[in-house]
């Protein structure tokens, strides 16, 4: 089996590259999902007592805790101690239950991908990149996001730039989606020559 991260800056296009991932019959980890169920279910009673102000109706409002970490030095890094582990189980459950299907190849969708090291789990590593123009004028049409938002998104990853250097394929999505769904396409068929060694490393989580 071969393991593959995708990850890519706010904006960039990973959400489409994921999808079209799937679309193609590949097992896709949506990590930002999780969080979501998480934030309705295992995590709440954890952030809880780190964030009182942030639950409510038994369920993380998102919002407030995202004004929560913005306001106190360190929060950051309290969230990511609560969340990150549960997310892991939850990848790892995902990859166990492939591998026992005999999936030749899964993708973990992992915004943080590089950050949380996260990258050492993975056979390879794939990128998304658009122009800085390009991914400004995705963020700011979102519904709530603001240039104020949108630098302290950035603030948070690494640069564009960083990932780049370090992922093994670099996917350009400033163009039309058929050029990146080719891209991806010619990925696959290039990873599906390989024999993966990472699952090896999921053994000790």
Do not use: N
């Amino acid at each position: 089996m071969m393991i593959v991260g995708l990850t890519g800056s706010i904006g960039m296009g990973k959400t489409t590259a994921a999808h079209h991932l799937a679309s193609k019959g590949i097992p896709v980890f949506d990590s930002d999902a999780a969080v979501h169920e998480l934030y309705q279910g295992e995590a709440v009673p954890l952030i809880a007592r780190a964030f009182p102000d942030a639950v409510r109706d038994g369920r993380v409002d998102r919002e407030q805790l995202s004004r929560a970490i913005s306001a106190e030095p360190g929060a950051v890094q309290r969230l990511e101690a609560i969340v990150h582990p549960l997310v892991r189980a939850a990848q790892k459950r995902f990859l166990l239950e492939h591998a026992a299907r005999g999936a030749p190849l899964v993708v973990f969708d992992i915004p943080l991908l590089f950050e949380t090291g996260a990258d050492a789990l993975m056979d390879a590593t794939i990128v998304v990149s658009a122009p800085l123009d390009v991914q400004k004028a995705r963020v700011l049409a979102r519904p709530g996001m603001t240039e104020d938002k949108f630098k302290l998104l950035l603030s948070r990853q690494l640069s564009d730039a960083q990932k780049r250097a370090r992922a093994d394929f670099v996917v350009e999505t400033g163009g039309p989606i058929e050029e990146t769904q080719f891209a991806l396409d010619r990925i696959v068929a290039d990873l599906s020559t390989r024999i993966g060694t990472a699952q090896a490393r999921w053994t000790s989580i």
